[in-house]
């Protein structure tokens, strides 16, 4: 159900003009919510999927199932637990979860003999890469980066969002005394698709343009992200392989544009940009990105839904259901037990310690900060119906990083065992406390707009 409120103070005449302010529906779920005109929303499944048109069988309801950002955030959630009990389990199961971890294949004379956390990491990551990279060319082509009026504010909180985080970790860093600066970037991420299924949860009742708001936040953090891997995370550049992974690129761009493209002509293309890439230095994920932008995201006469969109219907059950949660049970698996000085060593790691409260804290002081200064001095605004005290609890949610912030300690810590395993876990409490937090926030809010009657119980 969808609440319109007018201006109670002005007369019954003048209600037909006046701009109404949806919020988050109490009673259905947030899928059947009909996103504002200027956002579209490509993680929530598309109308169709619900049609009475619409194919079925058990692909397709897997396809609808992985389309929730909640039952994808629990998959997420659940793969890291299990890591973190098989990486402390008794000595039998621990030592046969690390030995998988570090089972190394693949061919040593493309330089590609790596361990399967590797894999996980440089390899099967590049999927949700992938639909990174179709979701930042629809936002930007035709979605809420299209224009740059209404995206402007949500860009500065995402820019202030990753500055709060990362002068958090290098003063707590600092102050601790310890010297890993590099791990700077590690609680700058925010991942879309936990941090929304936490929105949808607790914050039903809240502005629609908070939600927006948020989305807008994340993939503008997202592209952020990528940008910070790819300049400051690269090593050893081969300037020959990098120009031709962007040839195989523009190639795969190429044929999607013309649509002459099929799934055995683009997949080979795209592994062979992914290992140009792999053996350029820049990380291999940076290709499913750089791929996925070459993807057309508007529609050609006769098309029932652009091209991203369609490839992202496509890629998003092996993305969210396969990709990201190996990648989360082989790098979320932070043993405690083995290490001098026991658990508490670890937890109270100053790496640890300082990724934990850079996170919240960080994103708190970026985020909410930023609006507020640039709300009261520019003519900037929020969307219609947000306040600063929705901004505060949305705030706390982009806290919730973990796909990109684990991927990010592990390239800042390469080749240290111990400070990434600091700095994994610092990301596994981190988006903890920020869930807590957002969690109790995004409720006191609701029952806030409750009580004064601007959504009903």
Not at 90 to 112: D, H, I, T, W
Not at 126 to 144: C, P
Not at 350 to 371: D, E, T
Not at 407 to 414: G, K, P, Q, V
Request: hydrophobic share 50%; with cysteine.
């Amino acid at each position: 159900m969808r609440e319109k409120h007018g201006d109670e103070g002005r007369g019954s005449e003048k209600k037909e003009t006046q701009r109404d302010i949806h919020y988050f529906p109490l009673e259905k779920e947030v899928e059947e919510l009909v996103s504002p005109p200027d956002y579209q929303d490509l993680a929530a499944p598309s109308p169709k999927d619900y049609s009475e048109e619409s194919p079925h069988g058990i692909a397709t309801s897997i396809k609808r199932v992985l389309a929730n950002d909640i039952v994808a955030g629990m998959i997420l959630v659940s793969a890291a637990i299990l890591a973190l009990i098989l990486a402390n389990a008794p000595s039998p199961v621990r030592e046969g979860y690390m030995a998988l971890s570090n089972l190394e294949f693949g061919p040593r004379s493309l330089g590609l003999h790596l361990p399967v956390h590797e894999w996980a990491q440089d390899g099967i990551l590049t999927l949700f890469f992938f639909a990174v990279g179709l979701e930042l060319k629809q936002e930007f082509a035709i979605g809420s980066l299209h224009n740059i009026k209404v995206a402007a504010m949500p860009i500065i909180a995402a820019v202030f969002g990753m500055i709060g985080p990362a002068t958090v970790y290098l003063v707590v860093t600092a102050i601790s005394g310890d010297n890993a600066w590099h791990g700077w970037a590690i609680p700058t991420a925010t991942d879309i698709a936990f941090a929304v299924a936490i929105l949808q949860i607790f914050g039903r009742g809240l502005p629609l343009a908070a939600r927006t708001f948020l989305l807008t936040l994340a993939v503008a953090d997202d592209l952020g992200g990528i940008l910070v891997i790819a300049i400051f995370y690269a090593t050893g550049m081969k300037f020959i392989s990098l120009l031709l992974a962007f040839v195989c690129a523009a190639i795969f761009g190429f044929l999607a544009q013309k649509r002459w493209g099929r799934w055995w002509i683009l997949v080979p293309l795209g592994i062979v940009t992914w290992y140009f890439m792999f053996d350029s230095g820049v990380h291999a994920t940076i290709s499913g990105v750089l791929l996925g932008m070459t993807v057309p995201a508007k529609q050609l006469p006769g098309e029932s839904e652009p091209e991203t969109e369609r490839l992202t219907e496509a890629v998003n059950p092996f993305s969210a259901g396969l990709a990201v949660p190996i990648f989360a049970f082989f790098a979320a698996g932070v043993n405690v037990v083995d290490v001098a000085g026991g658990p508490l060593n670890v937890i109270t790691h100053p790496i640890a310690l300082s990724v934990m409260l850079a996170m919240p804290l960080g994103k708190v002081l970026g985020i909410f900060g930023s609006v507020a200064l640039f709300t009261k001095v520019t003519p900037l605004t929020l969307g219609e119906g947000v306040s600063l005290r929705d901004v505060l609890p949305v705030s706390l949610t982009a806290g919730i990083g973990f796909t990109v912030a684990l991927l990010i300690s592990h390239l800042a810590f390469r080749g240290d065992a111990e400070l990434t395993q600091a700095g994994s876990l610092g990301v596994l409490m981190g988006t903890f406390a920020s869930v807590i937090l957002a969690a109790i926030a995004l409720q006191i809010r609701v029952r806030h707009l409750k009580a004064a009657g601007k959504i009903q119980s």
